[in-house]
């Protein structure tokens, strides 16, 4: 069906949903806005959905998420005899309503459902599939995106997010559906009513917050007076995490009234991210004003945090996810150092573009490192395997992306878990006349200035899929013998699992396939490049190590630019 024809289709049955028909007919007789809603469908991916709200195709809304979910139902019906999910949502504009239409669709297909009845942390999600025994489980977020997207992640019997090979199992079953014609839906309150549906009770989220209380590691005469920020950018985090650190002994704790109610426009935080100044603004300014010693800040689903500790100079530094990352392995390595729990067959884990700094803390404890894909599942897949073959004991995982997990009860990153330990680190390090800024000094001191930069290009559009296949089609055909005066010694492609070294000689890149290439560079340099699944955008990884802190950042700058010429 041609685009044109399509939009006079959805125009046609949308007539129930008013916001989608005033859309559709606003936009009519506009070719590109048309082209740009209708040129594709959403990728289900491992991730399942994300998009921008709206009417077509290419949109997050009632239709796509229908569809999505009948496709995810047959494959259940195919794969359990009598299947169950766990569903929860965020603060999203259409969370709720996307959440409920999710339900009806497993309801009506005879699937059993339990949903949170107010909106929860993606990590109670996962944890949640695992407690209930259920065989899969839907997440209504877009994470950190701005407030015009919603997305629709999608999990596994293990509390995983789902294998690429179930990814693509589904994918075929959305395929075969017509969302107008062959999506099963049951009303919201009458699966209630009759029992397929049912709320997931407060006794469950007892049991999340009790497994989140056994990664803790501060002794119990450890002083908990660090004061603290914490602000959920507007999300789920204010369900969970206050009530945690409260939990622990952390009563010194303000929130941001402006940011501590759900609310999906985020409207004093358009970017919702925890990564970029913007999203902490608020926040920070509350610090300022309280002198509090530890900003805390999670997405609005809360599997990242974001972290602002005083430096040298009593100004607030905000902390990269891959400088947190380490500074809570070396709180975390530590601290069952002197415990007396440290595994001999201890293993940390980490996405490979995320620094290689955590290795070297991770070895000097006698610990291995292993690296995965990016996306946390890949970590997750991990923990399984350490289980299944009883080779490992897994310790840590982290993304650079600020995603960080130090158990196994959830398997996925864990905003809940990471602030407790967060805040913790901090107590541990003011014991002793320090703050985290001055631990991760003194983790460069020991370790290496190590520094690692993330940039995105955005690519927007149906020019810019195009612009970001051709980028990487010539960097595989065409890759850099140098960049910024650095030798590349070997290209790591791992679509094709090659490692083609400055010699010629290739071996196995080691991974699963994926869009991704990694140059290896000399003096302990490197660069890495991956079209992002979640949006628009190429992201380009740069990590550099010198001497001291002022070449090492020299460096980088340099390898950045260079890279970013790559992309013209």
């Not at 979910?69 to 766990?86: C, E, I, M, R, W």
Request: proline fraction near 5%; include cysteine; charge should be negative.
């Amino acid at each position: 069906m041609d685009i044109n024809a399509l939009y006079r289709l959805w125009l046609e049955k949308a007539a129930g949903h008013p916001a989608l028909r005033e859309e559709l007919e606003a936009i009519r007789g506009d070719d590109a806005a048309i082209e740009d809603r209708f040129y594709r469908e959403l990728e289900f991916g491992t991730g399942g959905l994300r998009g921008v709200l709206g009417a077509g195709t290419n949109r997050m809304n009632v239709f796509t998420v229908g569809k999505a979910t009948q496709g995810y139902a047959n494959y259940l019906k195919a794969h359990f005899a009598a299947p169950s999910v766990a569903i929860a949502y965020d603060s999203r504009i259409n969370s709720r309503l996307f959440a409920e239409t999710t339900a009806g669709v497993f309801a009506a297909n005879g699937i059993r459902v339990h949903i949170y009845p107010r909106l929860m942390p993606t990590p109670s999600l996962s944890f949640a599939v695992r407690d209930l025994r259920s065989c899969g489980g839907v997440v209504i977020t877009a994470s950190h995106n701005p407030a015009k997207y919603n997305g629709y992640k999608v999990y596994g019997a293990d509390g995983c997010q789902i294998t690429t090979e179930a990814a693509a199992a589904i994918q075929q079953e959305i395929d075969r559906i017509d969302p107008f014609a062959d999506v099963h839906t049951l009303d919201f309150a009458k699966g209630l009513a009759s029992g397929v549906i049912a709320y997931i009770g407060e006794d469950t989220v007892e049991r999340y917050l009790a497994a989140v209380s056994t990664a803790s590691l501060l002794p119990e005469d450890v002083s908990r007076s660090a004061s603290i920020v914490y602000t959920p950018l507007n999300g789920t985090g204010i369900s969970c995490v206050p009530r945690c650190l409260r939990a622990h002994g952390f009563t010194n704790i303000s929130i941001p009234p402006e940011q501590a109610e759900p609310d999906g426009t985020f409207p004093t935080c358009p970017y919702p991210n925890p990564e970029i100044r913007e999203a902490l603004s608020v926040g920070l300014r509350l610090a300022e004003e309280t002198g509090s010693e530890l900003l805390l800040a999670t997405d609005p689903d809360c599997d990242r945090v974001g972290i602002a500790v005083k430096d040298d100079a009593g100004k607030y530094y905000l902390m990269t996810g891959n400088q947190i990352g380490c500074v809570l392995l070396y709180y975390i390595l530590k601290s069952r150092k002197a415990l007396g729990n440290l595994p001999a067959d201890g293993a940390v884990v980490k996405s490979v573009v995320s620094t290689e700094l955590a290795r070297k803390i991770a070895e000097s404890f006698g610990l291995v490192c292993f690296n995965t894909l990016t996306g946390f599942k890949w970590i997750a897949e991990k923990i399984q395997q350490f289980k299944e073959k009883g080779d490992h004991t897994f310790v840590f995982g982290f993304e650079e992306s600020y995603g960080f997990l130090s158990s196994t009860f959830v398997r996925d990153k864990d905003g809940v878990n990471a602030s407790l330990l967060i805040a913790e680190a901090a107590a541990w390090a003011k014991t002793q006349g320090k703050t985290l800024y001055d631990i991760l000094q003194e983790i460069y001191k020991t370790y290496g200035y190590y520094v690692e930069k993330v940039v995105s290009v955005t690519l927007p559009g149906k020019d810019g899929v195009v612009k970001m296949k051709e980028i990487m089609k010539n960097l595989r055909e065409n890759p850099p013998k140098e960049l910024a005066g650095k030798k590349v010694l070997a290209v790591r492609d791992y679509l094709a699992d090659t490692r083609t070294d400055c010699e010629g000689n290739v071996t196995a890149a080691g991974l699963p396939k994926s869009d991704v290439l990694y140059f290896e560079l000399v003096d302990d340099a490197w660069v890495c490049i991956r079209p992002s699944g979640t949006e628009p955008k190429i992201k380009l990884y740069v990590n550099t190590n010198a001497g001291n802190p002022e070449d090492s950042a020299k460096e980088n700058a340099e390898l950045v630019e260079a890279c970013k010429a790559l992309m013209a």
